[in-house]
Every structure is written in structure tokens, then in C-alpha cells.
Nanobody
Framework: QVHVVESGGGLVQAGGSLRLSCAASGRIFSSFAMGWFRQAPGKEREFVGA????????NYADSMKGRFTISRDGAKNTVYLQMNSLKPEDTAVYYC??????????????WGQGTQVTVSS
């Protein structure tokens, strides 16, 4: 069992940056790949990016490539989502998830409660 908690969301102007954090507890952090997803009102859950168990592989949705960066700190049992050049269409609730590496939400069993990101134009 893994418990994950997101933080760092908020309101930012277009073109700005935010860094989300996801703290994991429970089983060994290095046992799990970590993923980020988001969901805007009225839309389906969308893959943002993922990082492998040991951090040597990352994968991003096309619309996030070059703007978003995922990293993990094993000493802090935390994964980060650095978001730059934010756009109003990035507004959503962002979720952190833990389990298997990949872009499908079905690969992840453990989910956080989400953190709201709002980008104003």
C-alpha cells in the first residue's frame, strides 16, 4: 500500500511556472513508478507524464513536452512536476499516482486527492 499526497497547486498567470510535489509513504518509494495526470471540468482524465522507478526514464504527453519536467528524490520520497510556460488550457486538477510505469491511468493503483492548478489569461 502506498499513500500519495500532492501539493503546490494554485493560481498563476499565463506564462508563469509552478512546481507540484507528491509525497509518498508506505512501501518502498523506489518500488514504484510515478505518474502525473490531470482532469479539467467536463473532460476525461489526461496523462501528463511519468517517471520510472529509478528515475532513468521519463515520458510526457506531447502537449507537455518541453514545458513540463518530472523528477524524483528518493531521499525525500517525493516526485516533482515542474511546469513552465503555463497556458490557460493547463487549468485542471492534477493527480499524482504510483505503481507501474506508463501513460495509461489503469497502470496505477494508488492515487492522491489532487491539487488544483488554475492558469489565468
Amino acid at each position: 500500500q502506498v499513500h500519495v499526497v500532492e501539493s503546490g497547486g494554485g493560481l498563476v498567470q499565463a506564462g508563469g511556472s509552478l512546481r507540484l510535489s507528491c509525497a509518498a509513504s508506505g512501501r518502498i518509494f523506489s518500488s514504484f513508478a510515478m505518474g502525473w495526470f490531470r482532469q479539467a471540468p467536463g473532460k476525461e482524465r489526461e496523462f501528463v507524464g511519468a517517471i520510472s522507478r529509478n528515475g532513468d526514464s521519463t515520458n510526457y504527453a506531447d502537449s507537455m513536452k518541453g514545458r513540463f519536467t518530472i523528477s524524483r528524490d528518493g531521499a525525500k520520497n517525493t516526485v516533482y512536476l515542474q511546469m513552465n510556460s503555463l497556458k490557460p488550457e493547463d487549468t485542471a486538477v492534477y493527480y499524482c499516482a504510483a505503481d507501474n510505469y506508463g501513460s495509461s491511468w489503469r497502470l496505477y493503483r494508488y492515487w492522491g486527492q489532487g491539487t488544483q492548478v488554475t492558469v489565468s489569461s
